[in-house]
Structures are given as C-alpha cells and as structure tokens.
T-cell receptor
Framework: ETGVTQSPTHLIKTRGQQVTLRCSSQ?????VSWYQQALGQGPQFIFQ???????GRGNFPPRFSGLQFPNYSSELNVNALELDDSALYLC?????????????FGPGTRLTVL | QKEVEQDPGPLSVPEGAIVSLNCTYS??????FMWYRQYSRKGPELLMY????GNKEDGRFTAQVDKSSKYISLFIRDSQPSDSATYLC???????????FGRGTQLTVWP
C-alpha cells in the first residue's frame, strides 16, 4: 500500500457546480501529478506541480486548476462542472530526482456529475 | 490518431495460460515504456518498465519493446486468478515528463 492518499473517495455533483479534490503525497515526494481516467479509458494527464508551481499541463481547459502547498499536498479544482467531467481523478507523487519506479498513484476520487 | 493504442479486450483465459498484452504508439520521442496493473477501485501500480528497445524479465512477467515497429508487449506466464485486473501500458519521453497511457486491457484469469 502506497503513502498517497486522496479525499474524498467519491462524490456526486450537479452540472455547473464546483469541486475540490485533495491529495496527500508520499513522504519526501515534492512532485504531484493529476490524471483524469474516464470509464474504460486510460488516465489522461491534467497537470503537474513541483515546489508549488505548475510544471506542465495537458489538454484541459482553464476551469481545471490546482494548488500545491508547502507540505507538497495538492488540490485539484474544477469549476463549472460538465457531465463529461465524470471520471476517476488520480494523483501521483514522486521525488523530483527519483526514477520511474518511485512514482506512486493514489486510489483516486470518483466524481459523478449529474 | 491517439498517441498510444491498446486493445481494451476483455481478455479471458484459464489459469496457467500465457497472456500476451500489446500496445502501439506513434511518438518516436518515447524512451521509457511501462506496464501498470490496476485493480478495481484502486490506483495504477507499476509492474515494470523498460528503457528503449529490448526485453526485460521479472518473475512471470516479460516486457518487450520494439522501437522500430513502435510496438510493446507484456507476457504473463503461468497466469493466476490474482492476475485478473486491468493492464495499462504507458510511455514517457523523459523521466521528468508526463505519462501517456493506453486505454487498458481488462484481463480475467479463471480457475
């Protein structure tokens, strides 16, 4: 079991609402990446944070935003929710200078938009 | 065209069978090739990764990369019911870059 935790486990929102998802990275990991995994699809990269700065962004609109805190935990915020935002949201943490086998995924937050 | 293509299956095999999972890709910049296993309601877990072309073996698992064909494979020998999961291939251009995932292949190994 990895040390990456996410909250909440699941939640239900309605179209147009806003949501905040949280990720606590593994101890010593200063880089957090967020991914969206729609049902039956592979994870899609949203963005990455390193030392509280956004460090790369995928093809997602500006209503997807994030934060990283001094303790390296992170938040993903989604405004003006759309039905297609229903997905499993995964965060992954890693040390900046670590190898590929040092990145760990959390269990995800399942978001349903009605 | 998606950067990474993977047949979603589902794939159903008897215990003890050899399983072959495959992905193709289009971006020549990819240098690292990974296989993740994802159980229901869990995050992906890295099984193994390979740098550039070649084979890598880890227990019952063997990963193959053919960069000339832009084709990667994962073989599972002596498959077990506990191997039942979704297998995701993923690729990355550098160790600091973003991961590009396939859509995953759902595997069921029945006793």
């Amino acid at each position: 079991e990895t040390g990456v935790t996410q909250s909440p486990t699941h939640l239900i929102k309605t179209r147009g609402q806003q949501v905040t998802l949280r990720c606590s990275s593994q101890s010593g990991h200063n880089t957090v990446s967020w991914y969206q995994q729609a049902l039956g699809q592979g994870p899609q990269f949203i963005f990455q944070y390193y030392r509280e700065e956004e460090n790369g962004r995928g093809n997602f609109p500006p209503r997807f935003s994030g934060l990283q805190f001094p303790n390296y935990s992170s938040e993903l915020n989604v405004n003006a929710l759309e039905l297609d935002d229903s997905a499993l949201y995964l965060c992954a943490s890693s040390p900046r200078t670590g190898g590929l086998d040092t990145q760990y995924f959390g269990p995800g937050t399942r978001l349903t938009v009605l | 065209q998606k950067e990474v293509e993977q047949d979603p299956g589902p794939l159903s095999v008897p215990e003890g069978a050899i399983v072959s999972l495959n992905c193709t890709y289009s971006n020549s910049a990819f240098q690292y090739f990974m296989w993740y296993r994802q159980y229901s309601r869990k995050g992906p877990e890295l099984l193994m990764y390979t740098y550039s072309s070649g084979n890598k073996e880890d227990g019952r698992f063997t990963a193959q990369v053919d960069k000339s064909s832009k084709y990667i494979s994962l073989f599972i020998r002596d498959s077990q019911p506990s191997d039942s999961a979704t297998y995701l291939c993923a690729m990355i251009a550098s160790t600091l870059g973003r991961l590009y995932f396939g859509r995953g292949t759902q595997l069921t190994v029945w006793p």
